[in-house]
């Protein structure tokens, strides 16, 4: 019909395809207002079923009275369904895997975008039909199944979550106690970390004096006094206690990730700068040049100017995957905007320094900024690390990787 009088209109959207239920909310619209689809007759008992895209299952049963005359969308199919068939049965017919093939197969529903089913196909569906009171107890029966085959579901996916996430977060929470001392023991022979911070320190300042490193613009110490933390910082000290964000052994150290490291920035070329042909140096351009174990060659530079070494960590900073991080495996590369690069040291295990960074993947990420979101130097530099002795960094690192290869494995 042609609404002549203010109606009740049924649209998509007064679906909850979820449940396949009918909206309480009433959509009433004048005549003079009505869509060009609002033409379905629908009456208490029909089945309303969308013949767009079915197998959304945007369809119900129609199980209440209006307030005008309820008129539903040509993008439904309203079936009534004769004596002695029972429209319950049919409405749960509609929903099975049996009819959903045959609806939603590319011979009967036509279109790409949003595939339908027009009303010949639909009509030509052959469905089983029972005895009347089969009918009835089949329906029942189906009501009786579906609160614990809900319940199942929620369970089921629930279940599914875990077993996607587990493994990441397992791995968080190895990482986690690796950065706290609790991933192996300690050894009270192991040479202290405040003795290979003095050696780092060392290390540096010889890097500075051959040009090689810029000095720091503020160099910080941390340090301890009478079991709390002080941090000295251009002559002035303050306590960082409310800073440090759990207790270390004694025999490890807390230092700025800037006092241990060098912090290198790349920097883009343009195109007619670099090349696809293998001539001169491997490019580092962002995270899709970077693989779980190491860097992927696909663009070099004959002009390199920022340049990371084989056993530096790479720290993409900018854009896509930013916070991702890798050992460089290759022996020099340039690196782009979007990669730092940590030189490496040699007091100092990069394989632990990638751990930390790992380990604080989440914290470093909240810190990006801006449209494209970037890591700025001081957020990396500013970090608190927790250095252990050397030796059991590197203990550190084999039994990290030992847990990880069993968590591949599970």
């Known amino acids: 019909m042609t609404p002549a009088d203010d109606f009740c209109y049924i649209d998509i959207g007064s679906i909850d395809n979820k449940n396949q239920k009918l909206s309480d909310e ?27 895209r079915p197998y959304l299952h945007n369809m119900c049963v129609v199980d209440r009275s209006f307030s005008h005359q309820p008129i539903a969308s040509t993008g439904f199919a309203a079936l009534t369904c004769h004596t002695g068939f029972y429209n319950e049965f049919l409405f749960y017919y509609l929903m099975s895997p049996d009819f959903d093939a045959y609806a939603n197969d590319t011979g009967n529903a036509k279109g790409i975008a949003y595939p339908a089913i027009n009303d010949n196909k639909l009509y030509r569906a052959l469905i089983p039909v029972p005895p ?6 089949i329906v029942e029966k189906i009501k009786e199944a579906l609160p614990y085959v809900a319940t199942y579901g929620v369970a089921y996916s629930e279940t599914e979550s875990l077993n996607n996430t587990f493994p990441d977060r397992l791995k968080k929470s190895i990482l986690q106690e690796a950065v706290q001392g609790k991933l192996v023991p300690q050894d009270p022979a192991d040479e202290p970390a405040s003795i290979l911070l003095e050696r780092i320190r060392a290390e540096k300042e010889q890097l500075i004096k051959t040009g090689k490193i810029k000095r720091d613009k503020h160099k910080s110490v941390i340090f301890r006094r009478d079991n709390s933390h002080y941090e000295k910082l251009d002559g ?12 270390i052994p004694d025999t490890w150290e807390w230092s700025r990730l800037g006092q241990v ?5 790349g920097t883009d070329f343009k195109p007619e700068e670099y090349n696809n042909t293998q001539k001169g140096m491997p490019y ?11 860097v992927l060659l696909n663009r070099w530079t004959e002009t390199p100017r920022v340049i990371a070494n084989r056993g530096d960590v790479l720290l993409v900073c900018k854009g896509s995957g930013y916070g991702k991080t890798v050992i460089c495996d290759i022996a020099e590369a340039h690196i782009a905007r979007q990669i730092m690069a940590i ?3 040699i007091s100092l295990d990069m394989h632990y320094v990638r751990l930390f960074l790992q380990a604080n993947f989440d914290k470093i990420k909240s810190k990006g900024q801006g449209v ?21 960094q590197r203990r550190i690192i084999e039994k990290q990787q030992e847990l990880f290869n069993k968590i591949t494995l599970i």
């Open 343 to 345: 030189k490496k040291f």
């Open 284 to 294: 580092i351009t962002g995270a899709s040049s970077l693989s779980e174990n190491g």
């Open 236 to 247: 002035i000290e303050r306590c960082i206690d409310d800073e440090i964000p759990f207790e």
């Open 261 to 265: 490291i060098s912090l290198l920035s």
């Open 372 to 392: 494209i979101p970037g890591i700025d130097r001081n957020s990396i530099m500013n970090l608190l690390f927790p250095i252990p002795p050397v030796l059991e």
């Open 132 to 137: 009347e009171s089969e009918q009835k107890r």
């Open 26 to 52: 009433e959509n009433i619209i004048t005549a003079d207002k009505a869509p060009s689809r609002a033409r379905k007759i629908v009456a208490i008992g029909d089945i309303l079923y969308s013949t767009v």
